[in-house]
C-alpha cells in the first residue's frame, strides 16, 4: 500500500513543489494500484480531472518522480516507457507481458533470490537490482487462439 503522505514528503525533500498538477499524476498512479501506464495513459486519465494539463507537463512529471525514485521506468520493448510506484522496499516483482494485446500482468513471487544468492556466495557479486519479463500470451489471448483455430495452443 502507498502512502500518499510519504511521497509528498520526499517530493518536497527534495526541494520540488508539490504542484496540483504532480499531485494529480501521484493520485493516478495510486487509483490505479498494479497497472503500468504510460504517458500517454497519464495524461488522459489526468485530463479527466485537470483539462488544461498538457502532455509534455506529464511528461516533466514522470521524469521527476522517476529521478526522486518515487516512480519506476519500464520498458516491455514495445517502444512506450511505461511507470509504476517503486517498490524498492517490497520484495521484487516479475512482469508478464502478452506480445498480442499488450496486457502487462504482476508476478509477484521473486523467482530470482536463490540465484542471488547462489551468485553471490560462488563469485562475490552482489546483486543490488534485477528485472525479469516473460513475454508470451496471455490467458484471453490463449483463449481467443483456441477458439479460433479449434486446436491448443503450443
Request: proline share 3%; aromatic share 8%; glycine share 6%.
Given at each position: 500500500?502507498?502512502?500518499l503522505?510519504?511521497?509528498?514528503?520526499?517530493?518536497?525533500?527534495?526541494?520540488?513543489?508539490?504542484?496540483?498538477?504532480?499531485?494529480?499524476?501521484?493520485?493516478?498512479?495510486a487509483?490505479?494500484?498494479?497497472?503500468?501506464?504510460?504517458?500517454?495513459?497519464?495524461?488522459?486519465?489526468?485530463?479527466?480531472?485537470?483539462?488544461?494539463?498538457?502532455?509534455?507537463?506529464?511528461?516533466?512529471?514522470?521524469?521527476?518522480?522517476?529521478?526522486?525514485?518515487?516512480?519506476?521506468?519500464?520498458?516491455?520493448?514495445?517502444?512506450?516507457?511505461?511507470y509504476?510506484?517503486?517498490?524498492?522496499?517490497?520484495?521484487?516483482?516479475?512482469?508478464?507481458?502478452?506480445?498480442?494485446?499488450?496486457?502487462?500482468?504482476?508476478?509477484?513471487?521473486?523467482?530470482?533470490?536463490?540465484?542471488?544468492?547462489?551468485?553471490?556466495?560462488?563469485?562475490?557479486?552482489?546483486?543490488l537490482?534485477?528485472?525479469?519479463?516473460?513475454?508470451?500470451?496471455?490467458?484471453?489471448?490463449?483463449?481467443?487462439?483456441?477458439?479460433?483455430?479449434?486446436?491448443?495452443?503450443?
Amino acid at each position: 500500500m502507498v502512502h500518499l503522505s510519504s511521497i509528498y514528503r520526499k517530493l518536497e525533500e527534495g526541494t520540488k513543489r508539490l504542484t496540483p498538477q504532480r499531485e494529480l499524476v501521484i493520485r493516478i498512479f495510486a487509483e490505479h494500484p498494479g497497472e503500468h501506464l504510460s504517458a500517454e495513459e497519464v495524461h488522459q486519465l489526468v485530463k479527466r480531472r485537470f483539462q488544461d494539463i498538457g502532455l509534455a507537463t506529464v511528461y516533466r512529471s514522470l521524469e521527476l518522480l522517476t529521478d526522486l525514485d518515487i516512480l519506476t521506468r519500464i520498458s516491455f520493448d514495445d517502444g512506450r516507457a511505461r511507470y509504476e510506484f517503486n517498490q524498492e522496499e517490497t520484495h521484487h516483482h516479475h512482469h508478464l507481458v502478452c506480445v498480442e494485446c499488450g496486457h502487462v500482468d504482476e508476478y509477484g513471487e521473486d523467482l530470482l533470490d536463490p540465484l542471488e544468492a547462489r551468485i553471490f556466495n560462488e563469485r562475490g557479486f552482489q546483486v543490488l537490482d534485477h528485472e525479469l519479463k516473460f513475454y508470451g500470451l496471455c490467458r484471453n489471448c490463449v483463449a481467443k487462439r483456441k477458439k479460433n483455430s479449434g486446436t491448443p495452443p503450443k
